[in-house]
């Protein structure tokens, strides 16, 4: 291995429990050691022995290229020639600067991990779980862990249980359904670059998308060939540049997080006060390096823990009764409930069509008040005065900024990413849906394709919901 | 080296009896910090006042990591315009300093911990969302 690598696993191995260490390694069983890329729980592509790590979706990243390279390939051969006798010949030198910079950055946003957040190990999960249940006061019945609210820089954020991840949500952290995994500072998923735009790779994607356009604008110039696309990605551009201003993701944007409509005393307690520091912060600041260990091996053993003795948590217990606790077993609870649910007389109505969520429209708030009553288990109708129609642009489904105006490009081409998921779903929510597996599944035979439980009935959550969809269907008419 | 050895050996000879979880803070947003608040089930085998200190510098360090300092932004600025490549040779801030806390805590595991029979886990090994602190359960003395 690389002396740089061998370095890093000295460092962290030293402190681990992992009981590999560099010394150790020649005198290991000669069981095959895989690396972590290859055990990677979610949607994702690795080449490179790992070191790069896309979508699994990248047959639009493929047509970018091609866009990009045949374009500039025709520019360079037919017209660069004649511009640069007639008129002078920096221009082909600044066009080629510009194609190189779009392509490294192309590729820097569609290789590198976007902020992916590992799973919990059982461990972990375990006492998120126990936790929870000293928090509940468990009463035979189990909730599963639903929210925690933060105080931060003076506004109140709730931070989301996340079933898949089996972990609390860091805030601005979103679970990607296309990849399936949690990403930190989760902008969107973008097919264009063929992988989710986070944390560590919002700054390449910006500069890919400046760049573009000023390539774009450059060719165009010279020679007109579609004024469309040009507008499109200007308008991108522009878009990305006022979140970047303002410190928000897409997906905050979408939602109104932070918007001053939802309240008076509303602000993004993310934002550092001024355009330049929010600007600095999101292109130059520290980049993070990947959580996810892809190159590292696979533990070939874990650390167990011992047997109970003088009344230590039982946490071997409860490590089994997660190994049991599969989206399954959800799966089957869940349906329990439903019927139990069913039966209730205290819920209003059981909407026959699917029920369609516009949580990408939804405001934040709203969200949390749903996954407090969501379980890993019961799904029940989603009791509304008025029910809530279908999503009309599938773009919604998708996490991005599809359905706002200046992006045409990106809006025409988000349906393709829905394609994939009729299979499952013909409406993916973006953020919720994912998250419990077992959910989806279970919820399709019952013809709800995403169902909110009252477990515990609750009318005063309801009315919050009730009153959140009313006010997500008002800022969809207003797009 | 030879401390490494002594906490494998330590390993083999007791077993895991509790893990503990040091949640992280949001109250500052998103920078990386962890809660200080001393867990119940430490009390027995360290003084809060270690605990503490220990919880406070690991955060220092983080918060120095993702510190929006005019080195960083040089860093960032001369990245931009060699189009990222200049990280294929250098190493950035952030990682020169996650070296700086994984020799720290080395340290303190060997200097505070391991003596109290728990084990410090490098926070970036768990995705920097818990400190686990392992309990070892000693079998060679009788409770």
Redesign the interface.
């Known amino acids: 291995p690389p002396p740089g690598k061998s370095m890093r696993e000295c ?2 191995s ?4 992992r ?1 590999s ?1 560099p ?1 150790e390694t020649p005198h290991k069983k000669r069981s095959p050691k895989r690396k972590k890329w290859e055990a990677f729980p979610g949607r994702n592509k690795f080449y490179c022995d790992g070191r790069i790590m896309m979508a699994k979706q990248t047959g639009v990243f493929y047509l970018t290229l091609v866009l990009i390279l045949v374009t500039c390939g025709l520019f360079f051969t037919f017209d660069c020639q004649y511009l640069a006798k007639e008129l002078t010949p920096i221009i082909p030198v600044i066009g080629g600067a510009l194609f ?2 779009v392509l ?2 192309l590729l ?1 946003t569609s290789f590198s991990d976007p902020g992916v ?2 799973r ?2 059982p ?2 999960a375990a ?2 779980e126990r936790q929870i249940d000293v928090a509940n006061g468990s009463t035979g019945y189990r909730p599963p862990p639903r929210t925690k609210e ?4 003076g506004q109140t ?1 709730k ?1 989301k249980y996340c079933f898949t991840c089996k ?2 949500r ?3 952290a979103s679970h990607c359904s296309l990849c399936d995994n949690c990403v ?2 989760f902008d969107h998923h973008c097919p264009w670059v063929g992988n989710c735009v986070g944390r560590r790779n919002y ?2 994607f910006y ?1 890919f998308i400046l760049s573009l356009s000023f390539l774009t604008i450059f060719i165009f110039a010279f020679v007109v060939v579609c004024f469309f696309s040009v507008w499109s990605i200007v308008g991108l551009s522009g878009f990305h540049t006022y979140l970047i201003s303002s410190n928000q993701t897409t997906n905050e944007d979408i939602k109104g997080s932070w918007s001053s409509k939802r309240g008076k005393d509303n602000y993004n ?2 934002s550092y006060g001024n355009i330049f ?1 929010n600007c ?2 999101a ?7 990947s ?3 892809r190159r590292g091996y696979v533990e070939a053993d874990a ?4 047997a109970p ?2 009344g ?2 039982m ?1 071997g217990a409860t490590q089994s009764q997660q190994s049991h606790m599969c989206d399954q077993d959800q799966c089957i609870q869940s349906t329990k409930f439903v019927l139990q649910a069913a039966a209730t007389p205290l819920l209003q109505q059981q909407t026959s069509e699917p029920v369609i969520i516009t949580s990408s429209t939804e405001n934040g708030t709203s969200l949390p008040a749903r996954a407090s009553l969501t379980l890993g288990g019961p799904c029940s109708t989603f009791p509304l005065g008025q029910p809530t129609p279908p999503t009309s642009t599938p773009s919604l489904s998708c996490q991005e900024a599809a359905d706002v105006l200046p992006i045409h490009g990106h809006t025409l081409n988000h349906t393709y990413p829905l394609q994939e998921q009729a299979p499952h779903h013909h409406y993916l929510t973006p953020e919720e849906v994912p998250s419990p597996p077992g959910m989806l599944h279970c919820g399709s035979p019952l013809g709800h394709s995403h169902t909110v439980q009252a477990g515990f009935y609750n009318p005063a959550s309801q009315d919050s919901l009730h009153e959140d969809s009313v006010r997500g269907l008002v800022k969809l008419s207003s797009v | 080296m030879a401390e490494t050895h002594s906490l494998q050996d330590m390993r083999q000879q007791v077993a895991v009896a509790a893990k503990v979880f040091i949640q992280r803070d949001y109250t500052n947003g998103t920078m990386c910090q962890f809660q200080t608040k001393f867990p119940s089930d430490l009390e027995t085998k360290i003084d809060k006042q270690q605990f503490e200190e220990t919880i406070r510098t690991l955060n220092n360090l983080y918060a120095e990591a993702e510190k929006l300092s005019s080195q960083s932004f040089i860093e960032g600025c001369l990245a931009c315009l060699t189009a990222y490549t200049v990280f294929l040779c250098m190493e950035t801030h952030y990682e020169k300093v996650l070296k700086k806390i994984a020799k720290y805590i080395q340290e303190q595991n060997e200097k505070v911990y391991a003596p109290r029979g728990l084990l410090l886990t490098d926070p970036i090994e768990r995705g920097l969302r818990v400190i686990e602190i392992t309990i070892y359960e000693d079998r060679s003395f009788s409770r």
């Open positions: 460092e962290y030293q402190i681990s429990t009981s260490t010394m190189l910079f490294g950055t820097r957040l590992p919990a190990t461990d972990e006492d998120l933060v105080v931060i820089n954020v931070l972990i609390f860091p805030p601005r930190e500072r700054r390449f500069m307690p993310y520091t600095c912060a292109l130059c600041g520290p980049l993070p390096p959580l996810i260990d650390p167990q823990l011992a003795t003088n230590i948590t946490y």
